[in-house]
């Protein structure tokens, strides 16, 4: 079982970005699945989490208003569109999933709660 992140680069101060997740091994249809970042030096922290269903969704104050995180259940993908984006957003992303199946519109946030990470994507940008 394995999940991917990729898009990342390096973009401009004001610029957009889109990442995608893409599952292999089995299928996160009925799962929460989120995002998470980690800046150079710093601890991992959540920035975006969909429920299942893609009818939840939570955001990180840093991010809100500015990031989207959604799913695409035919590909078992999911994505998340960054805009206005601000040299602190700089950091790898990481995807993650939750094992098991949910039949509840619930969000998870914390790391502990995810049993699949993607191997992360680099996000830069410059000021």
């Known amino acids: 079982v394995q999940l991917q992140a990729f898009g990342g680069g390096l973009v401009q101060a004001g610029g957009s970005l889109r990442l995608s997740c893409a599952a292999f091994g089995r299928t996160f249809s009925r799962s929460e699945m989120g995002w998470f970042r980690q800046a150079s030096g710093k601890e991992r922290e959540f920035v975006a989490a969909?429920?299942?269903?893609?009818?939840?969704?939570v955001y990180a104050d840093s991010v809100k208003g500015r990031f989207t995180i959604s799913r695409d259940y035919a590909g078992n993908t999911m994505y998340l569109q960054m805009t206005s984006l601000k040299p602190e957003d700089t950091a790898v992303y990481y995807c993650a999933a939750a094992g098991g199946s949910s039949w509840a519109s619930q969000v998870r946030t914390r790391e502990n709660e995810y049993d699949y990470w993607g191997q992360g994507t680099l996000v830069t940008v410059s000021s």
């Open positions: 969909i429920s299942w269903i893609g009818d939840v969704t």
